[in-house]
């Protein structure tokens, strides 16, 4: 006869790790959107290429895959002047549609929908103000970051930095949606 009130419940012993069951142990609801969607861990770098050749460059840490980041830069981040804007709060946690919340209250914690997510100022993160790295050339570049994609603004236009090629965005979104 089992000794537990029921088979499924039993106490852990001294040293025993409970089993993983998803986010709730780390402090995060169960089933939200980054724990149902594939490939949360793939960050990206997104860069605008000066006039005088060295990149501008910011990392975004959380969905940086063409299908999510890629999309939204190629629909909404189309001139230079907009890809500044994006780029002068520092590093994003996540890319979204507009860059400056409407209210207030707009956190890491409680988000507005459709507004970018930055690290310093939506975590509240008591640091200086965030800075953009500033390379000279390219491979600087990916050895600061060293993400699994690479956004360039450059010419006008955006080129994606993926498998050791550089292709344009529109490429790229459309080879990733084979898979």
């Not at 790790?17 to 089933?31: E, I, K, T, V």
């Not at 861990?41 to 290429?49: P, Q, S, V, W």
């Not at 981040?77 to 707009?106: A, M, Q, S």
């Not at 008591?126 to 390219?138: H, N, T």
């Given at each position: 006869?089992?000794?537990?009130?029921?088979r499924?419940i039993r106490?852990?012993f001294?040293?025993?790790?409970?089993?993983?069951?998803?986010?709730?142990?780390f402090?995060?609801?169960?089933?939200?959107?980054?724990?149902?969607?594939?490939?949360?861990?793939?960050?990206?770098?997104?860069?605008?290429?000066?006039?005088?050749?060295s990149?501008l460059?910011?990392?975004?840490?959380?969905?940086?895959?063409t299908?999510?980041c890629?999309?939204?830069l190629?629909?909404?981040?189309?001139?230079?002047?907009?890809?500044?804007?994006?780029?002068?709060?520092?590093d994003?946690i996540e890319?979204?549609?507009?860059?400056?919340p409407?209210?207030?209250?707009?956190?890491?914690?409680?988000?507005?929908?459709?507004?970018?997510?930055?690290?310093?100022?939506?975590?509240r993160?008591?640091?200086?103000?965030?800075?953009?790295?500033?390379?000279?050339?390219?491979?600087?570049?990916?050895?600061?970051?060293?993400?699994d994609?690479?956004?360039?603004?450059e010419?006008g236009?955006?080129?994606?930095?993926?498998w050791g090629?550089?292709?344009?965005l529109?490429?790229?979104?459309?080879?990733?949606?084979?898979?």
């Amino acid at each position: 006869m089992n000794p537990y009130r029921s088979r499924k419940i039993r106490p852990f012993f001294p040293g025993e790790m409970p089993r993983y069951r998803g986010g709730a142990r780390f402090g995060r609801a169960r089933n939200t959107k980054y724990d149902r969607e594939p490939g949360i861990e793939y960050a990206g770098c997104i860069a605008l290429r000066m006039d005088n050749g060295s990149y501008l460059g910011i990392k975004v840490h959380r969905f940086g895959w063409t299908r999510t980041c890629g999309r939204i830069l190629q629909e909404h981040y189309r001139d230079e002047k907009r890809v500044l804007e994006l780029l002068n709060e520092g590093d994003l946690i996540e890319i979204e549609k507009e860059v400056t919340p409407k209210t207030p209250e707009h956190s890491f914690a409680s988000p507005e929908p459709g507004v970018c997510v930055y690290v310093h100022r939506d975590c509240r993160i008591a640091e200086p103000k965030p800075v953009m790295f500033l390379a000279r050339e390219f491979d600087e570049l990916k050895k600061h970051f060293d993400v699994d994609y690479y956004y360039l603004f450059e010419d006008g236009g955006w080129k994606c930095h993926h498998w050791g090629k550089t292709v344009p965005l529109a490429e790229a979104i459309k080879e990733e949606r084979m898979f």
